[in-house]
Each structure stands twice: as structure tokens, then as C-alpha cells.
């Protein structure tokens, strides 16, 4: 647990950085542009790359060595950050900078993130599971609520520059935590070059995970209703920030204050869930948190007033960490520590493609079909717009309320789906007793 800490503590502070260098460059691009399309294609160009990521990272993350790894997805970070300040004090950046460096960014951090999962199950007890997962999430509502207040009043002071200089000396921190610690290597260190070039091997490898799923159903319910609700998730947060900045009048401050409190939600969510830990009806509780949090981002769509997106964005952040925290519960008890770097990589890859595609609706959903069909004069916004008002941010406002509405739904048929409510029966724990443990 000791080491689990330390590395835990680095990572905050770079994921402190990283999103204060998010938020500053979301504020940058609407400033440019004014429309939510590029915003959504920064998250898109971020996350496509880890598709590719997750082909090969699976069977990278089972083979090498785990703290290189690690060091290289932050020291790439740091560089891709020191790119775009290069690129900012000569005024030579632009929009599809931010894009190529998300997708570097993107490949490795994926990378990066599959390699620190699999390590829980080898530094924590089974029966902390949840809490290990909720930590994850004490780290992001951390991130999330420092990382918006301190990047607005930074903004306004020291700039853009001077975000991406306090990012950089967060990115020396974590790299510094994970070279203290003592990390254990991948699961077959040896002839790792032989193994690697072993083209044959290799494939067997990369579809392992998907043989693996085949035969176990009921983790194919679980990954496929967390997929849908994934796609509903990430259309909404594509076009969130430029909702709150249209609707209220590009105050950064607003957006800074939204943000801020939805990470204070999941902090303390994640505080909750860190004492705890958890009931046995992990399933339940997962569907239970989803529909929660999806119904507050309803209600930051249909009411325009920034008192009760505060309200909303509390109780959205702290019902956001419920279902994370119990699905990867899950998934570190049934499948077994010595694969999960392939199974975990498999599930990502199609997380990954179905997150991908949501980013890339999102804005021109907004853009080119909600947004227009809420101006004045338009059908919807006669029929709508004593609801969601009219003009500009009211067409996103009704994307978010009704994507989130079917989400609801979503999550109360779960509760029909055998496969899902006979997961813990049907599918048994995998029994860590004889694995070693880290000193």
C-alpha cells in the first residue's frame, strides 16, 4: 500500500498539471474559434490514438518493464507540453498543434494507464478492490477541483504560459515518485526482445482478450452496457464547456466554477467510497450511480440558471465515481492478475473506439444539428424553447438533457438483464492467495 501511495501521489500531481493545461487550452480554443466542433476534436484526436494503443499496449504492458513504462508516458506528457509553450511564446501555435500533440499524448498515456491497472491487484488486498478504485477517483476529484480553480485564476494572471510552466513541474514530480518506488516487472521479463519478434506468439496474444470475453458472457452484458453509457457520457462532455460558455456569456470563471465543483463531488465521492468500500451487489450499485449521475447532466441541461448547474454538478461529480469504482472492482476480481494486461487492453480497445466516435459526433452534433434547429423561428425551438430557451448554447442544452434521459432508461432496464444480475454467481473470483506480494 505504501508504494501504491507514492505512486498514487505522483500521478495526482501530474494529472493536477495536465488539467489545468486542459482547461487553459479549452478556454484558448473557444477564444480562437468560438464554435464547440475544435473542442471536441481535441478530445477526439486525444483518444483516437489509444485505440491503436490498445492493439499492442496489452501485451507491451505483460512483457516490459512496468516503471520504463510508466516514465515514458509522463516524460512524453512533459514534452508535449513543453512543445506547445515553445509554440505559444512565438506565436507560431495553432489549432492542429493541439490536436497532434493530444494524439501523441493520447497513445502514450493509454499505454500508461494500462500498465499502472494491473498493479493493484499485486499491491492490494482482494477485498480492497473498490477502495484501491475509489483512491483513483479521490485523485481525480482532486485534479478536477483544484485543477479548474487554480487554472482560471492563472489564466487571468500569468496566462497561458505560465499554466504550462506549473504543468511541466508537475510532470518532474510524478517522474520522480515512480523512480523512488520499486515497481514489479512484467510477467515474463525474460528474452523479452525473442518473445516480441515472435510474430506468431505475438498475434495469439493481441486476440487473447477477445477469446477470453467470448467465454465469459456475462462480462460482455457488463462492458456492453458500460459502452452505451460511455458513448451518452462522452457526447455530453464533448460540448459541456461550450455549453457553459455559451449560455453564459464566455465567463471563464463560470466554466472554472462548474468545473471546479463537479471535482469536488467526486472527491468527496470518492472519500465516501474510500471508507466504505462497497456492498457485495457491485452490479447494482454501479447501475445506481450511473443513472444518478446521468440524471444530474440532465439537469444541467434543461435549466440555463449557474446556481443549479452548481447544484447538478456536485451531485454529477459525486455520483460519477459509484459506477467507475465498482466496474473495476469487477473486473480486477474475475479476471486473472497474470492476463489482465491483454483482457484490460482488449476492453479499452473497444472502449477506446466507441469513446472516439462519441467525440466526434459530439460537437458537430451540436453544431450542425441541434444548435440550428434551436435558433428562433426554427421547430424544435418553438416546440422546446420555453424549456431550453432559444439561441445560441440551448440547442446543446436539449443534445445533453435527451441523450442523458435515455441513459436513465438505460440503466433501469439493467436491472431486467439476467446476465447482468447473476454476474457475481455465474462468474466466481479469481484467487489471488498464492500471488507475491510487494514488500
Known amino acids: 500500500m505504501v508504494t501504491f501511495f507514492i505512486i498514487w501521489l505522483g500521478q495526482l500531481a501530474s494529472l493536477i498539471g495536465s488539467e489545468m493545461t486542459n482547461f487553459a487550452v479549452t478556454i484558448w480554443a473557444w477564444e480562437t474559434t468560438g464554435q464547440a466542433t475544435p473542442l471536441s476534436l481535441l478530445l477526439f484526436f486525444s483518444q483516437t490514438p489509444k485505440i491503436l494503443a490498445a492493439l499492442f499496449a496489452g501485451v507491451i504492458v505483460d512483457r516490459f518493464d512496468r516503471k520504463q513504462l510508466l516514465m515514458i508516458g509522463d516524460g512524453v506528457a512533459g514534452l508535449s507540453t513543453i512543445v506547445i509553450l515553445l509554440l505559444f511564446l512565438t506565436n507560431d501555435l495553432q489549432i492542429w498543434h493541439l490536436y497532434l500533440t493530444g494524439a501523441i499524448n493520447g497513445l502514450f498515456s493509454q499505454i500508461q494507464t494500462l500498465t499502472f491497472l494491473p498493479l493493484i491487484a499485486l499491491m492490494v488486498p482482494k477485498k480492497h478492490y473498490t477502495r484501491a478504485s475509489a483512491m483513483n477517483g479521490v485523485q481525480q476529484g482532486i485534479a478536477y477541483t483544484v485543477a479548474p480553480m487554480s487554472a482560471g485564476f492563472l489564466y487571468a494572471y500569468i496566462g497561458f504560459s505560465g499554466v504550462l510552466t ?27 526482445t525473442q518473445k516480441f519478434l515472435n510474430w506468431e506468439t505475438f498475434f495469439q496474444e493481441l486476440t487473447f482478450g477477445f477469446n477470453y470475453l467470448s467465454q465469459r458472457p456475462s462480462l460482455v452484458a457488463l462492458l456492453s452496457i458500460f459502452l452505451v453509457h460511455l458513448f451518452i457520457l462522452n457526447t455530453n462532455v464533448a460540448i459541456l464547456s461550450p455549453m457553459v460558455l455559451a449560455r453564459s456569456g464566455t465567463q471563464e470563471k463560470v ?38 449521475q446521468l440524471g444530474s447532466l440532465m439537469m444541467l441541461g434543461l435549466f440555463p440558471d449557474p446556481i443549479i448547474w452548481i447544484i447538478f454538478a456536485f451531485s454529477g461529480g459525486f455520483f460519477a465515481l459509484f459506477p467507475g469504482s465498482f466496474y473495476q472492482s469487477i473486473w480486477l476480481s474475475k479476471v486473472d492478475t497474470s492476463v489482465q494486461g491483454k483482457v484490460f487492453a482488449t476492453r479499452s480497445l473497444i472502449s477506446q473506439i466507441v469513446l472516439t466516435l462519441a467525440l466526434v459526433i459530439g460537437g458537430p452534433m451540436a453544431d450542425y444539428l441541434f444548435e440550428p434547429a434551436m435558433e428562433k423561428g426554427a421547430v424544435l425551438a418553438n416546440l422546446l424553447g420555453g424549456i431550453f430557451g432559444t439561441g445560441e448554447g440551448a440547442g446543446m442544452a436539449l443534445q445533453c438533457a435527451l441523450l442523458s434521459a435515455i441513459g436513465v432508461l438505460l440503466c433501469l432496464l439493467g436491472y431486467r438483464l439476467p446476465l447482468l444480475q447473476n454476474l457475481e454467481k455465474n462468474l466466481p473470483d479469481c484467487d489471488y492467495s498464492s500471488l507475491e506480494k510487494l514488500p
Not at 518506488?181 to 515474463?188: A, D, E, F, N
Not at 462548474?258 to 474510500?274: D, Q, W, Y
Open 166 to 192: 506549473v504543468d511541466l513541474i508537475t510532470f518532474i514530480i510524478a517522474i520522480a515518485t515512480i523512480i523512488y518506488v520499486r515497481i514489479p516487472p512484467g510477467s515474463t521479463p525474460e528474452n523479452i
Open 255 to 292: 466554466l472554472g466554477t462548474v468545473m471546479m465543483i463537479f471535482g469536488i463531488g467526486n472527491m468527496l465521492s470518492a472519500v465516501f467510497m474510500t471508507i466504505w468500500g462497497g456492498t457485495k451487489n457491485r452490479v447494482n450499485n454501479l447501475l445506481l450511480g450511473r443513472g444518478l
